[in-house]
């Protein structure tokens, strides 16, 4: 029990996300008949800009949406794709569900623990990587898959995902 | 609606249509099990324990989001059923710690109940069980996650029913789980339904968390002793040290006219009567300024003596006594006697809250007008004018809530501030705190600039049959006339006007007023009291409660005796004003009051004694004696007492015994306590011998006999009802002073976490105060 | 990019597109694309349903109800708004079908929400896709964005007085989230957590209006049916049965990939000829049909027409199409410990039999697996799973519990070599359970 948790919701007209996404915001809402349908849209943008859905986030969108704080982390710790805290540039998602374990993908996970030095739910000391195990990702034809953030890399074998990986560290390295 | 039959288990039952499967079967005695749904909130469908067979439904249904249909064919008690509500008690004791040796709701929770009716003895789960430690969300509410069985209906209850939406789920899967509006930590009204309503001991509070095993409480319904609202509530007694103890409040039973409602003062604010200060021996003032504790009868003997030499000396004037809002009826009604009969004076009062005169006054000669506190439930359209029930009336507000929820009832506001009962409101119009008057005015036709909402209000409400208009103490003088005079010209409207403790009404029905008699009648009149007992009566109309303290200052009060009020506290008394007046206090507490007087009492409360309370509605009910305290006494015996000794003829001021020799409560032990737990066993069983004068029932009967409205049906009350009083349809009362007369009204200004004095003396409120306010600062900062 | 597969066997209807261009709205035209739709604005709510009827065409979702008939079911006059909601929230392990629509032929999505949405009388549609079709969100905005610049989205639309706008958007990871209430739920910014029925959504749906929900195989078919009549369309297909299906084949087969068969297509022939076989030769041990929630066939059993009916009466379901192929590589209780993890994991937790019973069954599988196991607990695995099914909130209870009793039902053996501490015959190591600690995960 602590009385330190209340995060100050931003007076009106100020915003702690970019103008551009502020816009998006702005946008969104007159979309659905009614507001709070954005919710979910604009806590996805909202973890793409700041790199998790941060509490200052959390009490912005619940203000733009005219619900509670509660109401946004309700549904915030539903969905699974959303997170609280801060996670690597890169979020390894590798599918280990049935038709991509039948392909590897168990494999290719214990590979990427190795490879990545972490294990699931887990960042790179350096802040590139994170890796998680997840569920289907809807690639089942094309297994075993894995996601790099929200980029599909399908037929992956262990050798092609380190060129994978390779490719995103140079990518960051630019 | 048209009545539909179907026939269950066999049975033909007939309801009507749109009736729930669950309601249905309920109320021909076939009880179907459920968690999640709960009567009055909305429904789930989430803990499957009340599958049914449907015929020509492929898969069971739950019978509490099925409506009945015409010639449903139901079955409720198959192998197939039981099986299924077994596995589902499987599966959630699957991760419910069997911890109910140790908790809360052991012998009272009802996942133990119905695993005993439906579940299976044996367990075929072996894995570990997902824990999480217990975690304190407020001064008073305790989260044990694992217990959780995520019935949501402490969620529901705080949003729907308190419309405070504290509680929400987070999480998913086995993950699920039921959490506090501010992370680890709950901002809310801490009413305390959540854990009220929570079937197994997931929430606990901390009153009661780990003191007790339910068996080892006796259970006694009786009123709440704060505001004027007057819930009943249900106190767990046990015995103790020295008396009984209060560990637990609540109203599980859903009787009274509260139901199951209680705010946070009804649940947790009990602990004053448990509190270390509370004083348990006479104390009188010795020549060196400093109080000794003495035996009851030599205190009384002082008090008797001095009371009687004021008398006799400087006549009744030279007397003032100063009644409670928190004692009962009786004991009211007894000290005005007294006053009266035995001082010889009308310097009689109590701390006003509002004016009940006024309204009493404008509302004389109308029959049914007054409303009951449950016709806030039911009315169709209801105007709240001024205060703030969320704070001040939580029951009204909570009925309110549910008149609008369940009946959709139209709430009417106008308030000067943004009272959260604006959520309910359509349309809410703020006024400025001064108008009010000027608003009454402006719905009786005057042009004001109140703008277009008003004049929405004042429209809609000329076109509302059956309004119930309810007003706070912002409503004064000429605007209480003004205010009944608009409801009389509209068609079977009522009236509430709200004071602001638990007996303040019955203070006021009771004659606590120089100028009045029981029943609003003068006392320079023809009245029923005045028919009964002539000369006794003195005719003069008495001092207000600031007229004695100015008296006392010019030496012209020689006596003062304070009957459970603090008016030193809250007039801001100076003891140089009754440095020359003989001041009497019966008190709980060393109030400021308390502190000047030259004897102290130390008193019972409200839950330590019997008798009879009027909320502000004018409902009124029993008080039952639930706790107990060595070295206390009741004001109603003290009363007997003091002028037993002063030489007056008991029998006269308690009609006790008709006949029969009584025992003066000795026979029965020492305590009042005693005496009064063998007065509870006679009303018990329907049996009133009156054999004593510390019977709070013989005074009852002289109430019933001459104070106008209070002639209601006895049995029915003894039967646990509430009886609505209502003294302006009686036709006697002839409040004759103009509308000059001060109507000395004080307003507590008390919110959901104090109450006036007593407040100050319960520590679990006060840490609730200081945690509420810490978090309004911290979302205002 | 996943890659396209062809077979001379398909009948491509829905998939006819895929490969072509016709993200590109040019060429979508080119190829008749917008061309229903005008036909519908032209002949109206009546006869729309009454193709749509004609057509056979059941919900490609994986309950199969008769999207005439649920259209049919929208009241004519309603006070609040109606609405059409497409469900591209394809989450069913062994289900990508959807993937290739958004990716290679989102106007097809486009054109068919209007046609409901003229057959329903409704004025706005919203595409939802799942959380990780990111990628094709962009795809699908593209497409509404040319959609409207070409007034066939908007006022007036194809310069009729008909209005009709789309909004597209993703969830954020929730399987249960495809359950047509839950995916209400979560469209109105809800947890998704289904809604109790009735009132079902063709009454009060969407903002309390009525709304008709399809799954977007479903809608990418209707302008394929007004174009090529609806009889046409049903006889591609077996009774009642109408059409074609996209056919997701994953697991052991030798070409994986997305292949559109007439309904009734018979599964053998399919795994046998089409995906050619299983691979390396190796001998094929059971077909899961219809994505993860349809209960396991026998090599034996793989005899059949790929329809709702005949998959039912063979004891499973059609489903989404998730044809999932295993061979004799595969230790069936770890694919039974992996199917139940993923429910587990995606269980709402609203109900007590889903909650409780997934978290139970995924706990003594995880156990079990690993070596822990004791001969009571295959039928307790097995009593679990039947008091579970037909007792949920809502299907997904149904979804892990059918697919569990199969697999205790039809490889009990396998089960009971795990016993007394054996290890896994098929080499499977306990560690690579990597998901039970994790997904415990909670705050």
Same mark, same amino acid.
């Given at each position: ?129 994170s890796l998680e195990e997840v569920e289907c990702i809807g690639a089942c034809s094309w297994a075993p898959a894995v996601q790099v953030n929200y980029d599909f890399h399908d037929e992956l074998t262990p050798e092609s995902l380190d060129e994978v990986l390779q490719q995103y560290r140079s990518k960051a390295g630019q | 609606m048209a009545d ?669 306590g005693e005496a009064d737990r063998h007065g509870i066993w006679l009303a018990a069983h329907d049996l009133e011998p009156k054999l004593s004068p510390f019977d709070p029932n013989a005074i009852l009967d002289e109430i019933q006999r001459l104070v106008p409205g209070y002639d209601f049906d006895r049995i029915d009350l003894l039967a646990g ?61 | ?46 006869? =729309? ?5 004609? /057509?056979?065409?059941? !919900?490609?979702?994986? %309950? @199969?109800?008769?999207? *005439?008939? $649920? ?29 290739? =629509? ?5 106007? /097809?999505?486009?054109? !068919?929400?209007?046609? %409901? @949405?003229?057959?329903? *009388?409704? $004025? ?152 050619g076989g299983i691979r390396g030769g190796r001998q094929l041990k059971a077909v899961v049909p219809g994505g993860s929630s349809t209960p396991v066939l026998l090599a034996s059993e793989i005899d059949i027409g790929m329809d709702f009916d005949q998959v039912g009466k063979a004891g499973s379901m059609l489903g989404s199409g998730g044809v ?120």
């Amino acid at each position: 029990m602590s009385l330190t948790n209340i995060v100050e919701s931003p007076k009106p007209g100020e915003t702690i996300f970019s103008p551009e996404l502020a816009a998006r915001f702005d946008k969104l809402v007159t979309l659905y008949p009614r507001r709070r349908s954005a919710l979910i849209p604009m806590l996805l943008y909202a973890q793409d800009e700041i790199g998790y859905v941060s509490d200052a986030a959390i009490a912005e969108i619940g203000q733009r949406l005219d619900i509670t704080v509660l109401d946004v982390r309700n549904v915030l710790t539903y969905y699974s794709m959303l997170r609280t805290k801060p996670i690597g540039k890169y979020n390894v998602q590798v599918c280990t569900n049935i038709s991509c374990m039948l392909r590897g993908g168990k494999e290719l996970f214990h590979h990427c623990e190795k490879r990545l030095g972490i294990g699931h739910k887990q960042t790179t000391p350096d802040g590139m990587f994170s890796l998680e195990e997840v569920e289907c990702i809807g690639a089942c034809s094309w297994a075993p898959a894995v996601q790099v953030n929200y980029d599909f890399h399908d037929e992956l074998t262990p050798e092609s995902l380190d060129e994978v990986l390779q490719q995103y560290r140079s990518k960051a390295g630019q | 609606m048209a009545d539909v039959t179907l026939t269950v288990d066999g049975k033909t039952i007939t309801a009507p249509a749109g009736t729930l499967l669950i309601e249905a079967c309920r109320k021909v005695g076939i009880e179907i099990p459920a968690f999640c749904y709960y009567p009055g909130l909305s429904l789930q469908a989430a803990c499957r324990m009340c599958l049914v067979r449907i015929e020509k439904i492929p898969k069971l249904q739950t019978a509490c989001t099925t409506p009945i249909a015409e010639g449903m064919i139901v079955a409720t008690e198959t192998d197939e059923i039981k099986q299924a509500r077994k596995a589902m008690l499987e599966l959630v004791l699957a991760n419910h710690p069997l911890d109910c040796p140790v908790c809360d709701a052991g012998g009272e929770c009802e996942l133990q109940d119905m695993t005993f009716k439906y579940g299976a003895g044996g367990s075929q789960f072996v894995e570990i069980k997902n824990h999480r430690d217990e975690q304190q969300w407020s001064p008073v509410v305790f989260f044990d996650r694992p217990r959780c069985i995520l019935c949501y209906r402490c969620v529901r209850v705080c949003n729907e029913g308190m419309d405070v939406a504290a509680l929400g789920i987070q999480q998913r899967n086995a993950g699920s789980v039921i959490a506090p509006n501010d992370q680890t930590s709950l901002d809310c009204e801490q009413c305390g339904m959540c854990i009220d309503i929570c079937p197994v001991g997931a929430l606990t509070s901390d009153t009661y968390r780990y003191k007790t095993r339910p068996w080892e409480m006796t259970h006694v319904g009786t009123i709440c002793t704060h505001c004027g609202d007057g819930c009943k509530t249900t106190l767990g007694v046990r015995r103790s040290d020295d008396g009984m103890q209060i560990v637990r409040g609540d109203n599980r039973d859903k009787s009274g006219l509260n139901g199951e409602f209680l705010c946070v003062k009804g649940r947790y604010a009990f602990d004053f009567a448990n509190n270390t200060e509370r004083l348990t021996q006479p104390l009188v003032r010795q020549p060196n300024g400093e109080f000794a504790p003495v035996s009851w009868e030599d205190a009384i003997q002082v008090v008797a003596q001095k009371f009687r030499a004021a008398r006799d000396e400087r006549g009744g004037s030279g007397i003032g006594v100063i009644g409670s809002t928190r004692i009962t009826n009786e004991e009211a009604y007894l000290l005005q006697k007294t006053a009266r009969s035995a001082f010889g004076t009308n310097n009689i009062d109590h701390h006003r809250t509002t004016d009940y005169v006024r309204f009493t006054r404008a509302l004389a000669g109308q029959d049914h007008r007054m409303a009951g506190i449950s016709d806030s439930i039911s009315a169709p359209a209801i105007f709240v004018l001024g205060n703030d029930p969320t704070e001040q009336h939580p029951l009204l507000a909570w009925n309110l809530r549910t008149n609008v929820r369940h009946n959709s009832a139209r709430v009417y506001l106008a308030n000067h501030r943004e009272i959260k009962l604006r959520h309910q409101a359509k349309p809410f119009v703020q006024i400025s705190g001064n108008s009010y008057g000027k608003f009454v005015n402006f719905l009786g036709g005057a042009s004001e600039p109140f703008g277009e909402d008003a004049a929405a209000i004042r429209d809609a409400l000329r076109n509302e049959p059956n309004l119930l208009i309810i007003f706070g103490s912002e409503l004064r003088g000429d605007a209480i006339d003004a205010m009944v005079k608009f409801g009389l010209s509209l068609p079977d409207a009522k009236f509430a006007c709200l004071g602001d403790y638990v007996n303040s009404r019955g203070a006021a029905d009771m004659g606590l007023y120089p100028d009045l008699l029981p029943g609003y009648q003068p006392v320079d009149g023809e009245s029923t009291v005045r028919t009964e007992y002539g000369s006794r009566f003195p005719r003069q109309a008495g001092l207000d409660m600031g007229q004695m303290f100015e008296a006392a200052s010019r030496n012209e009060l020689a006596a003062l005796y304070v009957v459970g009020d603090d008016p030193v506290e809250r007039l801001g008394v100076s003891a140089q004003a009754l440095r020359n007046t003989f001041v009497v206090v019966q008190d709980m507490f060393m109030t400021a009051t308390a502190k000047l007087a030259d004897v102290i009492l130390p008193t019972a409360n409200l839950y330590e004694k019997s008798g009879t309370v009027t909320n502000t509605f004018g409902d009124l009910q029993q008080v039952k004696k639930a706790a107990d305290r060595a070295g206390v006494r009741s004001d109603l015996e003290l009363i007997v007492r003091i002028a037993d000794t002063m030489g007056e003829d008991v029998r006269t001021l308690v009609p006790f015994g008709k006949g029969v020799r009584a025992d003066m409560g000795q026979s029965r032990g020492a305590q009042s306590g005693e005496a009064d737990r063998h007065g509870i066993w006679l009303a018990a069983h329907d049996l009133e011998p009156k054999l004593s004068p510390f019977d709070p029932n013989a005074i009852l009967d002289e109430i019933q006999r001459l104070v106008p409205g209070y002639d209601f049906d006895r049995i029915d009350l003894l039967a646990g009802n509430s009886q609505h009083v209502e003294p302006d349809g009686s036709g006697l009362v002839q409040i004759s002073q103009t509308a000059s007369r001060p109507d000395g009204v004080i307003p507590s200004g008390d919110t959901l976490f104090t109450s006036g004095t007593l407040g100050r003396y319960s520590e679990k409120l006060n840490e609730v105060e200081v945690f509420q306010a810490k978090k309004s600062m911290a979302t205002a900062g | 990019m996943p890659r396209l597969v062809s077979h001379p066997e398909e009948v491509k209807v829905v998939s006819r597109r895929f490969g072509q261009g016709a993200t590109d709205i040019e060429r979508y035209i080119e190829l008749d694309g917008y061309k229903a739709v005008r036909q519908a604005l032209e002949q109206g709510p009546d006869w =729309i349903i009454a193709q749509m009827k004609a /057509s056979n065409l059941r !919900g490609r979702g994986g %309950a @199969g109800f008769p999207t *005439g008939m $649920k259209w049919s079911f929208v009241p004519k006059q309603s006070e609040k708004p109606k609405y059409v909601l497409v469900n591209g929230d394809e989450s069913e392990p062994g289900t990508c079908k959807d993937h290739l =629509i958004f990716l290679h032929d989102p106007h /097809s999505v486009i054109e !068919g929400t209007i046609i %409901a @949405g003229l057959a329903i *009388g409704a $004025k706005l549609g919203f595409i939802y896709l799942r959380g990780e079709y990111r990628y094709l969100l962009k795809i699908m905005e593209k497409a509404i964005a040319d959609a409207y610049a070409k007034g066939f989205l908007g006022k007036g639309i194809f310069g009729s007085n008909f209005d009709f706008d789309i909004v597209s958007q993703t969830g954020a990871g929730a399987y249960e989230v495809g359950e047509e209430s839950a995916l209400m739920e979560s469209l109105e910014g809800k947890r998704g957590i289904p809604r109790i029925k009735p009132p079902f959504p063709a009454v009060v749906g969407l903002y309390g209006g009525p709304t008709v929900i399809n799954n977007a195989e479903t809608i990418a078919s209707v302008s394929h049916i007004l174009n090529m009549g609806p009889e046409a369309y049903a006889n591609l297909g077996s009774p009642r049965n109408g059409g074609t299906r996209l056919f997701c084949i994953s697991g052991h087969a030798e070409r994986n990939g997305v292949y559109e068969l007439p309904m009734g297509y018979n599964l053998k022939k399919m795994i046998y000829e089409v995906a050619g076989g299983i691979r390396g030769g190796r001998q094929l041990k059971a077909v899961v049909p219809g994505g993860s929630s349809t209960p396991v066939l026998l090599a034996s059993e793989i005899d059949i027409g790929m329809d709702f009916d005949q998959v039912g009466k063979a004891g499973s379901m059609l489903g989404s199409g998730g044809v999932v192929v295993l061979d004799d590589t595969v230790c069936m209780v770890e694919f039974a410990l992996r199917t139940i993890q993923f429910y587990q994991h995606e269980s709402c937790g609203w109900c007590i039999p889903c909650r409780e019973g997934t978290d139970w069954l995924k706990k003594t599988l995880t156990r079990f697996h690993a070596g822990g196991g004791e001969a009571k607990d295959i039928d307790n695995i097995r009593y679990l799973a039947e008091n579970m099914l037909g007792r949920t909130f809502c299907p997904l209870g149904d979804a892990a519990a059918m697919p569990t009793i199969a697999f205790v039902k039809k490889f009990r053996q396998e089960f009971e070599d795990h016993l007394n501490g054996k290890p896994c015959a098929y080499g499977r190591s306990p560690e690579s359970q990597t998901l039970a600690p994790a997904l415990v995960e909670v705050s």
